[in-house]
């Protein structure tokens, strides 16, 4: 383990805790940030230099401000008089623990555990994504294409006020 | 250079600290977020593979984060357009409070 990885993983996993622990919803939005851009240097400690600014300019640039929106549009900033955690928290606990060690337990135990030769830096140029999204993912593309759009205009129908559908 | 191990086990942690806030959070909102932790896991694991796979020139590992990020930016849209829009009907995005569908 190196030391920029171990400073990254601390700083991400810390975050994704406050994030999912603290109270007042606009903290827990601002650390969901920290972890947005730890993640993001993950992708650029794996020589994915594209996805790693796109992680940036999508999840902290667009989704984490759409958050502190819905946040501030449903009066969630004010602190909650009861408890955060549901009623059944303790079997929501126990799940995700008993996840976390299946999936610890196979990484550990599988082939993929054992050092061995990492391949050599490959070229993942901008120029050579686009060429790739232009030929062989053309048909991906213009099918995400089509989701944001049709995600676009029904979250925009769906947040319309239903004042008018209520009437007869 | 880090074992891809590490990475995974990164990843795992991620994956299940979303899965416990979704599961256990009364906001809906932050179960969203809890959501979008998971999502955000599975892209580090692409791209773990992806780097220490036999054929990295292939791009295959970018193209589907590429993708699932573009994914993942519409269902947070929707999602957050649902939840603005329960809060309108119910006054709450408690979701331990919206219990018109239980039997």
Known sequence: MTLPFAIIAVLTIASAVAAMTLRDLVHCALSLTVTFAGLAAFYLQLDAQFVGFAQILVYIGAVAILIVFA???TRGSEPPLRSI?????TVG??????VFGVLSRMILSSRLAEPREIPPTP????LQIGDQLMSRYVL??????????AALIGAVIIALRE???LKP | MTPLSQYLLVSALLFTIGLAGALTRRNAIMVLIGIELMLNAANLNFIAFWRYGPNPQALTGIMFVIFSIGVAAA???VGLALIISIYRHYQTANVDDITSMKG
């Open chain 1, 71 to 73: 946040v501030l549009l």
């Open chain 1, 85 to 89: 955690f549901s009623s059944g928290w």
């Open chain 1, 93 to 98: 606990v126990g799940i995700a623990v008993v």
């Open chain 1, 123 to 126: 070229e993942a140029t901008v």
């Open chain 1, 140 to 149: 991906p593309l213009e099918v995400v294409g089509v989701l944001l759009t």
């Open chain 1, 163 to 165: 004042k008018e559908a």
């Open chain 2, 75 to 77: 269902e947070a849209a």
